[in-house]
């Protein structure tokens, strides 16, 4: 038994590195992702459908190896959620899309620009304090970026997200509620943080022209929304139909494959010729 004990040690020790040397090599990849600027930001456009106008875009990351296939941030963002190295690779990207979308003469037709965070980054007023001096030497205004948070990782102070929040709202910058109504979008942090914009998940337009119990979800989720004076956007739109329902629900701010793909900049910047502005 004392053997079999041990034999079961050495293995768990083996695995334990094993697993230690990929996670160390993820870590250095990405440090070298950042270091090379292999972190790409697309473009996703958000449409007001009653106006037939652009409301924005939200910012997606990609990542880009050096001959490799563009990873998708669902594959790479969990992680450096975890290891930290989320809070350099934003800045990068939120460098990159500043100046980029600063090209777009937006400062007339006020568009918005979406950034998604994770709570820890709105627990100090670091990341807010350096867009808003990258904000100042372009042509956006503060009123112009917007964050989006889920609840993937918990806030751990909510007191000072709260008062982030606040000093936000007051330069005019929005914090929407992402993936709102599913486990991450947490209704309870609307209340305490005071949050005015949801953002409606995918999960629940998908059933749209469906009979599916998600369908009366997102009914009440709207009529939530409603009652409570909230800016509404949908997102993953794919359809003509669920455009109109949502439309008809008084949802017209939405977003998805149905409109445009999250995009480069230059494809971006060609797809706003073509739209009508705010
Ligand atoms: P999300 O914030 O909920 O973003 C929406 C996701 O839905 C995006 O996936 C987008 O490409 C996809 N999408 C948009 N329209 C449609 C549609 O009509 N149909 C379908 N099937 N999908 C649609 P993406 O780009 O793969 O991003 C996945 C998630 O990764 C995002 O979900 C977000 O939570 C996270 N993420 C992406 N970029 C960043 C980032 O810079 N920072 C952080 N913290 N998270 C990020
Ligand atoms: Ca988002
Ligand atoms: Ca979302
Ligand atoms: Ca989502």
Same mark, same amino acid.
């Given at each position: 038994?004392?053997?079999?004990?041990?034999?079961?040690?050495?293995?768990?020790?083996?695995?334990?590195?094993?697993?230690?040397?990929?996670?160390?090599?993820?870590?250095?990849?990405?440090?070298?992702?950042?270091?090379?600027?292999?972190?790409?930001?697309?473009?996703?456009?958000?449409?007001?459908?009653?106006?037939?106008?652009?409301?924005?875009?939200?910012?997606?990351?990609?990542?880009?190896?050096?001959?490799?296939?563009?990873?998708?941030?669902?594959?790479?963002?969990?992680?450096?959620?975890?290891?930290?190295?989320?809070?350099?690779?934003?800045?990068?990207?939120?460098?990159?899309?500043?100046?980029?979308? *600063?090209?777009?003469?937006?400062?007339?037709?006020?568009?918005?620009?979406?950034?998604?965070?994770?709570?820890?980054?709105?627990?100090?007023?670091?990341?807010?304090?350096?867009?808003?001096?990258?904000?100042?030497?372009?042509?956006?205004?503060?009123?112009?970026?917007?964050?989006?948070?889920?609840?993937?990782?918990?806030?751990?102070?909510?007191?000072?997200?709260?008062?982030?929040?606040?000093?936000?709202?007051?330069?005019?910058?929005?914090?929407?509620?992402?993936?709102?109504?599913?486990?991450?979008? *947490?209704?309870?942090?609307?209340?305490?943080?005071?949050?005015?914009?949801?953002?409606?998940?995918?999960?629940?337009?998908?059933?749209?022209?469906?009979?599916?119990?998600? #369908?009366? #979800?997102?009914?009440?989720?709207?009529?939530?929304?409603?009652?409570?004076?909230?800016?509404?956007?949908?997102?993953?739109?794919?359809?003509?139909?669920?455009?109109?329902?949502?439309?008809?629900?008084?949802?017209?701010?939405?977003?998805?494959?149905?409109?445009?793909?999250?995009?480069?900049?230059?494809?971006?910047?060609?797809?706003?010729? *073509?739209?009508?502005?705010?």
């Amino acid at each position: 038994l004392f053997l079999l004990g041990g034999g079961i040690g050495v293995l768990f020790i083996a695995m334990h590195r094993l697993f230690d040397q990929r996670r160390m090599s993820l870590h250095s990849m990405v440090e070298q992702g950042l270091v090379n600027k292999e972190f790409i930001p697309y473009y996703q456009p958000i449409v007001n459908v009653t106006s037939q106008s652009l409301y924005g875009c939200e910012m997606l990351a990609r990542w880009k190896r050096p001959g490799q296939e563009l990873i998708s941030p669902m594959e790479f963002i969990p992680y450096v959620e975890k290891s930290g190295q989320i809070l350099p690779i934003t800045e990068q990207l939120i460098k990159k899309a500043i100046d980029e979308i *600063g090209k777009l003469n937006w400062q007339n037709t006020k568009q918005i620009i979406s950034i998604n965070v994770v709570p820890e980054q709105l627990e100090s007023i670091e990341i807010i304090d350096r867009s808003l001096d990258l904000l100042r030497s372009s042509k956006l205004e503060a009123t112009q970026l917007a964050f989006e948070v889920t609840e993937r990782k918990p806030f751990n102070n909510l007191t000072m997200a709260f008062d982030v929040i606040e000093y936000l709202r007051d330069k005019g910058i929005d914090v929407k509620l992402d993936d709102a109504g599913t486990g991450y979008g *947490g209704f309870s942090y609307i209340q305490e943080l005071n949050i005015r914009s949801i953002k409606i998940d995918k999960m629940f337009v998908e059933n749209i022209g469906t009979s599916d119990i998600k #369908l009366s #979800l997102l009914d009440s989720i709207i009529a939530f929304g409603k009652q409570a004076g909230m800016e509404m956007i949908a997102e993953g739109v794919e359809t003509k139909e669920q455009s109109e329902y949502l439309a008809e629900q008084g949802v017209y701010l939405q977003q998805g494959y149905y409109f445009g793909r999250p995009m480069v900049f230059r494809d971006f910047a060609y797809f706003c010729k *073509g739209i009508a502005p705010n």
